[in-house]
């Protein structure tokens, strides 16, 4: 298994400002994952992050808005800019270790955009 | 595009009753599928995690798988009010490394 910690645990920003997800990984992945959970919805994947390689997003999400880097196997970081009130939500970063069927996730970042 | 779809929406039972939420998928070739519950908007408890057709038990927990119908389920044995939560249906498609996920089902057990 492979344990994700992510920091902050939540986080409170003015609208228009950037902020940053850091999500360590306690072993190497090769994908990480980025999912966002508005309350009490579906988990919504953002884009899948390969260390080394420009991170591939689902449709709704850019990578203006929510750059990606992937610098190692066991570290990614989600930026948000321009943040805005309907950002407010829940971050989780995810990953699925080669060779196990089974995906983790980290404990998520609540983010509050006022 | 995988599609998945949870049902009910909501869903109130007694303690000691059975629970028993569906779930419905698009791609056929779905491999893996696995039942999620969270606490207000707090982490993810993976509770049981099925990869074949037929029934996978974990303690309370047991999940039926049908492929051919595109539905999987999650029966909840002896609920009680700490099982109160949102509990979510994550699907991943043959071929595919992104799992999906259902709107989720809100259980409330009442004592």
């Known amino acids: 298994s492979v344990l994700l910690y992510q920091k902050p645990n939540r986080d409170i920003c003015q609208s228009g400002t950037s902020l940053k997800i850091q999500c360590v990984a306690d072993?190497?992945?090769?994908?990480m994952f980025w999912y966002q959970q508005f309350q009490e919805q579906s988990l919504m994947l953002m884009a899948t992050?390969?260390?080394?390689?420009?991170?591939?997003?689902e449709s709704g999400f850019t990578k203006d808005k929510f750059p990606i880097s992937r610098p190692n196997l066991t570290f990614s970081t989600l930026t948000v800019n321009n943040a805005r009130p309907g950002d407010s939500s829940i971050y989780f970063c995810?990953?699925?270790?080669?060779?196990?069927?089974?995906?983790?996730f980290g404990p998520g970042t609540r983010l509050t955009v006022l | 595009q995988q599609k998945v779809q949870q049902s009910p929406e909501s869903l109130t039972v007694s303690e000691g009753a059975m629970a028993s939420l569906n779930c419905t998928f698009s791609d056929g070739t779905s491999n893996n599928f696995r039942w999620y519950r969270q606490h207000s908007a707090k982490g993810l408890e993976v509770l049981v995690s099925?990869?074949?057709?037929g029934e996978k038990e974990e303690g309370r927990f047991t999940a039926h798988l049908n492929r051919a119908n595109l539905h999987v389920s999650l029966h909840i044995r002896e609920p009680q009010p700490s099982d109160s939560a949102v509990y979510l249906c994550a699907v991943r498609g043959g071929g595919s490394a992104k799992l999906i996920f259902g709107e989720g089902t809100k259980l409330t057990v009442s004592s």
């Open positions: 072993s190497q992945v090769v994908s």
């Open positions: 992050a390969n260390e080394g390689s420009e991170a591939t997003y």
């Open positions: 995810s990953s699925r270790p080669g060779g196990y069927a089974e995906q983790f």
């Open positions: 099925i990869f074949s057709d």
